[in-house]
């Protein structure tokens, strides 16, 4: 059967305007795109929140605000001059006061505790020392390559326990650490003095502003320099994510562009 | 013209506008219109002093109303004398991220959606292939065994191709190092980000977010102000910072020190030391780049 | 001069006028094509208010289907155009009319790489 060409043409017009019309309606009436699927593989770790606050704050108010206060020593709140006095237990072991029960404390100073005492080391047999049940909390032996350096005399002063001492018998203050470091560990303490070892905070131009440059203590635990594995902030969202949460809320009138309410609709990583 | 046909007409050029209209609706909720001041604003290199001036006051203007805080933004110039340079010393990273949520805070980036300048790269020891990095890790603590970590940002390029490639010259860099982007200038085709080998600049496909407790009043325009839908940003060394003579906010909060900067002009710098007696390491130095940008090694 | 100006509109009317000339088929089809327009257009103001996120490009995929559409057409408009090359290399005088064709192909193409340039702007009123 054959068809006049006219009617193959209102045939063919008609079909092309129907498809067209049906595609086009499909999409201007196809609800918003719906969430992009996100990979389940990618977990995502809720680490405390990145401390904003660290550039800008004082060191009681990080603490206060609950931030990651690890890097703090007692002073950073504390007035040095006026020191906390420590309690101790019958067993001898200090009792942490309740506020200060997550704080990792690091022994900064023995004489802190041991004011004109002499101190007894115990040996095992295999030449460790054989911690004292007050210190097990606070310090954790661990220097050197497979832990070996454990012996206290090796840097501490056998006699006068605010002194240190090297290899080759130079009697150092506890301020002058840094040197008795050196005493080991040369070509680090060479790259500290220069400035590319350890962290230099304040001004790169020292005519502008100081240069806070950090002792080894501060960033590193003499007795197990080794620096501690740390929980890493979270990484980014999922790529294709990216950008539809936002734009689809806002359709709907649920987020107003620039409002602290869009806020909500994001998870909250940063609130603890 | 017939009666009929000039019915017919009518209805169909009605029909017309109707549909016209309804397909503009939405741009009922384009919101605040631009401002006669800043559709007029000239190229950065063009404005004399007195026009900066009246481009802060406006911004601060816009920031406070847009956000309830009286920031304070100001055109920090480059200094004389002055390079910057970053070294990045691979073997002390960690991989902790705290440099990606900084740079966040300092920098006024965008919460939602998430824009981010620093890219913190898992790496299995003994290759630099950046193809094999992974950005999404997440596990317990860091570092993990068999693993390096290698951060990647904008790295200031002295042959920066992203420069090259912009139409309207809206970003270029400065005497001290700086490549800088002129917000208020970009178009938004996306050609820089094209053209970038470090994957270091970021578009805002949607308006940034920020809560207005967490924005940074501290802000340069060239740096740090914040950023509308539709144009181009990136790492800028901070530059409401480093101009004035302090650290990038990436390196005050580094765990392990591994972020070095200073000025390479200056030969008794921290970084001028790294270059000299460090083994350091360009990434994708194939592509001729010159970045001012280092990865060295401890050793 | 005023002459010229009101001939001028007049060509330009009786080509507007041309656009009103069919029967009903030919209305359907272009009122077809006009919706089609029209919802391209309601894109595009949607995209205005919400940013090009609504489009789904994100940092790691910057360049879509607008950019795609434009170099294609580029290439369009630019075989089009060489419609002319055999004309004039072969004297062909019969491709003369085919050769109109092909300009207005390319005017067309150019003009909707010009919309998809622009549309591809994340600020085109600067632009």
Redo the contacts between chains.
Sequence with gaps: MSMRPGQK??LV??G??VL??GL?AS??FSPN?APVRQDPA????VAPA???A??RMTAPQLAAGGGDAS?LDCYACHDEKKSPTVKMGADGAIVFPKEHADLRLMMANCSTCHVGKKLEVEYAKNGDVVMPKAHEDLLKMGHGRNNRNTNCFNCHSQTKLNELVTRDGTRLTFAQAPLLCASCHGP?YR?WE????????????????KAVR?DCNA?HDPHGPA?P????????????T??????GA??HGAAE??T?K??G??PKPETK | MSRRSFLRGSTAAAAGVAAMAAGLAPLRKLGEAISVDQFLQQHYKELSPADMDKVLRRIENEVERQYGVRPHVRDYKPMNGVEYVYALNVTRCVGCRKCVHACVAENNQSRDPEIQYIRVLKMPNGTFDVEKGDVNYAPESVPEKGFFYMPVQCHQCKNPPCTKVCPVKATWTEPDGITVIDYNWCIGCRYCEAACPYFARRFNFSEPTIPKEKLNPEMSYLGNQPRHKGVMEKCHFCIQRTRVGRYPACLEVCPTGSRKFGNILDPSSEVAHILREKRVFVLKEEVGTLPRFFYYFDV | MIAAARKYSRFVGRCLACLFEGDWRYFLWVGALAAICALGLNAYARQLVHGLAITGMTDHVSWGVYIANFTFLVGVAAAAVMLVIPVYIYHNEDLHDLVIFGELLAVAAILMCLAFVTVDLGRPERF
């Design positions: 043409t209102n017009i008609g092309l305007v067209f019309l086009a999409f201007a795109p990618l977990t995502r770790v990145p401390q904003v660290t550039l890097i680090t790259d220069l400035g590319v070892h350890g962290r230099t905070n304040g001004y790169w131009d020292t005519s502008q502003g950090q960033c620096i594995q740390i929980i890493p902030f979270p990484g980014p969202k999922p790529v294709l990216h950008g539809l949460g936002s734009a806002a359709e562009v620039g602290p869009s806020e609709a994001q």
